[in-house]
C-alpha cells in the first residue's frame, strides 16, 4: 500500500457508504476502491523496482496507461505505469490481463452444470459482480473441462460391477445445418461397495443393440471383466450382445417396461383390470407362482388381447431371473428405474435447450450433472449389507 493511503479515511468513507446503502461489491462497490489502491500500490512497487535494475540502459517511467479491470468486487479503471524502454512487464496484473478472479471461471462452470443458459449466466453475472462475459467467453472457460470430461471417459473400471443398468437419452443437435436427434447411452453400475457410479456416457446417431456392443467393447477394454446382472430395457438384440460379450451375466429385463408394452394392446376401459393382473405375475414370490398367475391372467384376457401373452412368453426367460433372489436383491434389479431416476436428474439440467449446437455442448452439461449427481450419492444404496449378502451367496465364486 502507497504511503499516502489513509486507512482511518477509507474506513470512514466505506461505513459512510454502507450507511447510505452501497454495495459491497459491484461498480460502486465499498471494497472495489480498495482492490484498486492495491493493485495500484503493488505495479507501483514493481516499476520503481524495474526502472532501478534497467537504470544503465537510461530508463525511466513514461506516464501510466488506463484499462477498465473486472473483478468479483466489481469493474474499476486501474492505472498501469509505463516505462520509456518499453520493457516493463508487470506481474501483479500483467499487460492483457482484464479480470481479476480466480473463481468466476469456476462460478462459470458451476452456473453452466445447473443447466443455465448462456444469457442467465450473463444476467446473474451482471447482477451479482457487475461483470459482463461474452458468449465466446463462456463457450471457452467450459470447454476447459472437456480434457477432463476425456480422461474420466477413459478411466479404468473396477474389474466386477454384480449390478448394471444401461438405457439411453435422446437430444437434438445441430450439425451442418440441420438439427439431428441424437442418443446418448449411459451405464450405471453399483460397486462391490454398494456404491453407484455412471460408468460411460456414449454418443450414437439412435439407440440400437449394435452402438451397445461398442459401448460394452468400451467397458471390457477399460477392465470390467464381470457383470453380475445387467437390467435392460426390451430393445431387440440388447440382451444377446451382453450375453456374447459377457456369458455368466444374467439378463433381466425390466418389467415395469413389460408393463407399459403390454398397456399398449388394451382399451382404457379394460387398462385397470388388466393391470391389476399382470402385477400379479412379477410380484408373486417365486417363478411357479408367477406363472400361475400368468396363466390366470391368460385365460382372461388372451382372447381380447393375444398380443400380451406372446411378448411375456418370448421374454419369459429373462423377465423370470427375479424370482431366483431375495425380496431386497428383486426390487433393486426388476425395474431400470435407478437410471431412470439418474436420467431424470440430467433432464432437469438439460430441459432448457432446444437444441445443442454440437455434440461437445451436450457432453459438457450431461458431465457437470454427472458430477453434481455423484455427490448426492455418496454412501452406500439403501439395504446395501442385506443385498451384499445376497450377493455373496449368489456369487460367491465371483466375488474378487
Given amino acids: 500500500m502507497n504511503e499516502n493511503f489513509d486507512f ?22 465499498v471494497f472495489t476502491p480498495l482492490l484498486k489502491m492495491i493493485l495500484e500500490a503493488s505495479l507501483e512497487s514493481e516499476v520503481t523496482g524495474h526502472i532501478q535494475e534497467t537504470k544503465p540502459l537510461k530508463n525511466r517511467r513514461n506516464g501510466k496507461a488506463k484499462k477498465l479491470m473486472k473483478s468479483d468486487l466489481g469493474s474499476f479503471e486501474l492505472e498501469t505505469p509505463r516505462d520509456r524502454n518499453g520493457t516493463f ?17 469456476k462460478k462459470i462452470i458451476g452456473l453452466y452444470g445447473l443447466g443455465m443458459s448462456y444469457s442467465d449466466i450473463q444476467n446473474h453475472l451482471r447482477e451479482m459482480y457487475d461483470f459482463e462475459v461474452s458468449d465466446a467467453t463462456i463457450s471457452s472457460i467450459t470447454d476447459r473441462i472437456i480434457p477432463e470430461i476425456k480422461e474420466w471417459q477413459n478411466r479404468p473400471l473396477d474389474s466386477v460391477y454384480p449390478l448394471i443398468w444401461l438405457d439411453a437419452m435422446h437430444y437434438k443437435v445441430r450439425e451442418d445445418g440441420r438439427v439431428q436427434s441424437k442418443a446418448v447411452y449411459s451405464v450405471l453400475g453399483v460397486s462391490l461397495e454398494g456404491q453407484k457410479e455412471i460408468l460411460g456416457i456414449y454418443f450414437g446417431s439412435s439407440e440400437s443393440s449394435s452402438f451397445w456392443r461398442q459401448v460394452l467393447n468400451d467397458l471390457q477394454s477399460r477392465g470390467l471383466e464381470d457383470i453380475f446382472i445387467a437390467c435392460i430395457d426390451n430393445l431387440a438384440g440388447f440382451g444377446d450382445a451382453i450375453e456374447d460379450y459377457y456369458p455368466k451375466t444374467e439378463v433381466q429385463l425390466c418389467l415395469v417396461h413389460q408393463m407399459r408394452n403390454s398397456a399398449k394392446y388394451v382399451t382404457h376401459t379394460d387398462l385397470r383390470a388388466v393391470m391389476k393382473d399382470l402385477k400379479l405375475v412379477y410380484q408373486a414370490p417365486t417363478e411357479q407362482k408367477g406363472l400361475e398367475a400368468l396363466e390366470k391372467a391368460r385365460e382372461k384376457w388372451t382372447k381380447k388381447y393375444p398380443a400380451i401373452f406372446r411378448s411375456w412368453d418370448k421374454n419369459w426367460d429373462r423377465l423370470s431371473n427375479i424370482y431366483k433372489y431375495s425380496p431386497h436383491l428383486k426390487r433393486l434389479m426388476y425395474t431400470t428405474n435407478p437410471i431412470e431416476s439418474y436420467h431424470r436428474m440430467i433432464r432437469k439440467v438439460t430441459k432448457t435447450k ?12 450431461v458431465y457437470l450433472a454427472i458430477m453434481n449427481a455423484q455427490t448426492r450419492w455418496n454412501g452406500q444404496i439403501f439395504h446395501w449389507s442385506a443385498i451384499q449378502n445376497d450377493l455373496n451367496a449368489y456369487f460367491s465364486e465371483r466375488i474378487k
Fill in 8 to 29: 482511518e479515511k477509507f474506513s470512514r468513507d466505506a461505513i459512510e457508504k454502507l450507511k447510505q446503502g452501497k454495495p459491497l461489491t459491484g461498480s460502486e462497490g
Fill in 89 to 105: 512487464e508487470p506481474q501483479t496484473v500483467p499487460k492483457r490481463q482484464v479480470t481479476i478472479s480466480s473463481d468466476i471461471d
Fill in 354 to 365: 432446444g437444441a445443442f449446437p454440437s455434440e461437445n455442448a451436450i457432453l459438457k452439461q
